[in-house]
């Protein structure tokens, strides 16, 4: 089980919850703008050609052809996250990877193949084996209390996470929060999650792989980032340069730059995305020798492709 610092994740506040023998990590800390509700958005997503089909298992009532995962008794309104992953499950159902999925709310069959299933399939299995057992727990919120996260099935007045994880001997338990965001956006914080979830487990030679696109991007005045949380990093790090502290900052953004790059990676593996072309964002050519790199670390997992195959024909 791997130890990693809570402020590496994409909003830098560490997690008032320390359960014994677990750690307990969260993303995406925000304030929920008025009537938000997830949306099944599939139809505008162009999606990749894998269409593998994992099995459900289980006694639940059906909608479409998935068994949703309901709980057979109503949880508390506020749960720790800590004490909620402690909890019985019933029923499971299979994902690829052999990793694991429980619904304690109603999903519409389109909501929980875009906020999960089609992203977990996504994920390649050299980053499944390195995180190894996994439960994803779709719950409706996580609210950020004084005390600690919490699971909570109403709306937060204030603040809230849109994932959370707990790791325990036994497997990791990624907590999503399926009623603050659309489904599509849920599902990448699934697989923002899983990158944050990766990266203290890469090997030496695989930071330093990272680590020399980064120094070559910067030698050859590369000023933008892959996303917002990246470039504030990067800019830290470019101010910080003449300073003490500047491998240290480095290393931060090097971090924080990895895991917005491998999370973009997935992405496009999920379905197609669109590149955003300006001074803050990355040069094309920069955006592709990443995903080249992230595609030799982490291959993709058959019927799926890095690049556009008419992109690959002008080349």
């Not at 014994?20 to 703008?33: D, E, H, K, Q, Y």
């Not at 099995?55 to 309901?70: D, H, S």
């Not at 959370?164 to 599509?184: K, S």
Request: charged content about 25%.
């Amino acid at each position: 089980m791997s130890k990693h610092n809570a402020n590496l994740c994409r909003v830098r506040s560490a997690s008032q919850s320390k359960p014994i023998a677990a750690f307990s990590f969260w993303r995406g800390l925000r304030r929920f703008p008025p009537d938000n509700t997830a949306l099944d958005r599939r139809g505008i997503i162009p999606q990749n050609i894998n269409e593998a089909q994992e099995t459900c298992v289980g006694v639940a009532p059906q909608l479409g052809w998935c068994t949703l995962g309901i709980s057979p008794t109503a949880p508390k309104d506020l749960t720790p996250i800590s004490d909620y992953v402690e909890g019985s499950f019933v029923p499971i159902s299979r994902l690829v990877h052999e990793w694991e999925f429980h619904a304690a709310l109603s999903l519409s069959p389109a909501e929980e193949r875009t906020m999960v299933r089609e992203p977990v399939q996504a994920v390649p299995a050299a980053i499944a084996q390195r995180l190894g057992r996994l439960r994803v727990l779709a719950v409706a919120y996580i609210a950020c209390l004084d005390t600690g996260d919490v699971v909570s099935r109403l709306k937060p007045k204030g603040e809230a996470h849109t994932a959370a994880w707990v790791e325990t001997p036994e497997r990791i338990n990624l907590l999503l929060a399926c009623r603050e965001l659309d489904a599509h956006d849920t599902g990448f914080e699934l697989l923002g999650s899983v990158a944050e979830l990766v990266r203290p487990r890469l090997t030496h030679s695989e930071v330093v792989a990272y680590s020399q696109i980064l120094e070559e991007e910067i030698r050859h005045g590369v000023r933008g980032e892959i996303d917002e949380d990246a470039l504030k990093g990067k800019q830290a790090y470019l101010a910080s340069r003449t300073g003490r502290r500047f491998r240290a900052q480095f290393e931060l953004y090097r971090d924080v730059s990895f895991v917005s790059t491998a999370a973009e990676y997935i992405h496009g593996l999920w379905h197609d995305v669109q590149i955003r072309i300006g001074p803050e964002h990355l040069p094309v050519a920069q955006l592709r020798r990443r995903m080249a790199l992230m595609a030799e670390l982490f291959p993709p997992n058959p019927g799926y492709r890095v690049f556009d195959e008419t992109i690959e024909k002008t080349e």
